[in-house]
């Protein structure tokens, strides 16, 4: 592992061995990631910028970050790139997903391919997604029994591609089920939550055989933070969830709200073939009940992760696991 | 490096620890893409399928395969996933490539967006170029002191993303710079090779110390392979070139031979802007001896990947890496 890229990280300035609080470490991934965005090189530095005005709650860097934590609590300083790189490529994945979607907004500010092109938006998704990998191979492990992260990243995100083939594949198909589409989540979002857990574990001083726990949990959050977003885009108005809401339905994108519905409404699947509205559609979900149904399916997923966190020895570490997962459910709750 | 993604390897069957002569490794890289590419997961298998059926001349994997030669002329087993590694990552750049330039041909079949719509195709680009990383994972070093290759490859794919986006951004530039060009194409093209070059170097028994000299002929010969492609668009036809020729200046897309041309006829830029047909395009740029000029440089990258090449100590390497070098050329070697 005395490969030259990791030397980068070693003379990167603010990157020494100090350890960090956990809520110093979450300011400084956030700032890594914007500061990257707006000094990226010139070809792309205007669309690199106007992402950087809007970069997201975080959610996945503060998973990494607080499986990162070590037994006193504290966060050694790599887990800070590894953080900014995991948030990095879900940004180059968001911007994929908003060409593929057709999306117009994203985290409150236009997608970048209605500003600049689909074609600029296609390079620049692939620039962050090399950058963030450059990135996370710069990671040097402590405990090389472990492994190594860079080579972990990769099967993730083959993971994620075929979860948003199968979805992409899977728009406008009224008879998919529910297993089809767990399967399709379970990639599209949860295997990068799964690579979160799973890297900022590989950065801990956790006993090597913890890792399928950790790796566990991570799927689990990753489903409910999903099946939330489900919710979120029937129950949510657009000002709130700063993207547009009802927009699954207008592209097609069948979630397990409207997959219940159409189980026990049997005339919506004709309805929906003859046309009907976005509105029309939101109101089937909500008298069926399909919102609760979802809402079901997250308690089963976080009881489960719950139980698996409170396998954890490191106390500090379950209560900020614990508060991510709040966070993950926010729609279950705020209900 | 006991990384968990390195065990699958070891365990792939055929993969022991054999050494191969190079024509065999050759062919078995060959056919490991063609293998990879028709067993791919079902909700993609159609269209990689479609791509098996042309896969290109290989000369990344050739180049890969040669510089991971031994002293004895033999080549590790590794060195097979390492090339179908590098060709898969070449078929996703020329996937999302195929998108931005509008091109509806690639290797004598229908580009995969054309048949298979723009979004599939850039999930499908995605998706190889996350595999390829995961392949390329999964390589072990025997000597650690050389570093590892899963960082090696992404710094070289941000360079080609940046080369990409450089060229899109100078789509239709006619003051574009015989400098400013050589950097396009320097990221765009060269930085594949010298992955190539790299990665395959790391694979072999060379010395730490001619590290530089290896990535330095790969750029070299990445160099005379874009600048003999840019001749061949101008004077090749369509079925000895197996995708569309003069592609080039009908997407705008300014290379060497026009760009000298521009410098010698002032009244071409005029001219062009007005609209001139791509044959008169064509016949300025014979006219003005644009394709020789392109070829006297060529001939200078030539020179200096011939220099380092003889400075290698093993002959059987040297005489495969001159054979490649021409290769690269041979649009001048052909005229």
Same sequence: chains 1, 2.
Avoid: W
Avoid at 113 to 138: I, Q, R
Avoid at 177 to 203: D, M, P
């Amino acid at each position: 592992m005395t490969n030259k890229l990791n030397l980068k990280l070693i003379s990167t300035p603010g990157l020494s061995s100090d350890r960090l609080e956990y809520g110093v470490a979450v300011r400084l991934a956030e700032s890594e990631v914007s500061k990257i965005l707006k000094a990226a090189p010139l070809p792309i530095r205007r669309q690199m910028q106007h992402l950087a005005q809007a970069t997201g709650k975080g959610i996945r860097a503060q998973a990494l970050l607080a499986c990162s934590m070590e037994s006193d609590g504290l966060v050694g300083c790599q887990a800070i790139n590894a953080a900014a790189s995991i948030e990095l490529l879900h940004l180059a994945t968001l911007i994929h997903d908003d060409i593929i979607d057709n999306a117009d907004m994203r985290r409150g500010i236009d997608a970048l391919h209605v500003k600049f092109g689909e074609k600029t938006a296609v390079l620049c998704g692939d620039y962050l997604f090399c950058f963030a990998f450059e990135l996370a191979s710069t990671l040097v492990l402590q405990e090389m029994s472990k492994g190594e992260t860079a080579g972990v990243l990769p099967s993730y995100f083959t993971a994620i591609c075929l979860g948003e083939i199968r979805e992409f594949n899977n728009i406008g198909n009224f008879a998919l089920t529910e297993n089809e589409y767990l399967r399709i989540i379970s990639g599209k979002t949860a295997a990068l939550f799964q690579a979160s857990f799973h890297i900022g574990f590989l950065l801990s001083d956790e006993p090597p055989e913890n890792e399928d726990i950790y790796v566990e949990i991570g799927r689990q959050l990753g489903m409910v933070f999903q099946l939330a977003d489900d919710c979120l885009d029937y129950i949510s108005s657009e000002k709130k969830a700063k993207k547009p809401v009802l927009s699954d339905c207008r592209c097609g994108v069948i979630t397990l709200p409207l997959i219940y519905a159409l189980q026990v409404d049997k005339s919506l699947r004709g309805k929906m073939l003859n046309g009907i509205s976005e509105k029309e559609i939101k109101s089937a979900v909500l008298a069926t009940g399909g919102i609760e149904y979802t809402q079901s399916k997250i308690r089963e997923f976080r009881a489960e992760a719950k139980k698996l966190i409170s396998s954890l020895e490191n106390k500090k570490k379950r209560i900020r696991l614990e508060i991510l997962l709040d966070k993950a459910a926010t729609v279950v709750v705020s209900l």
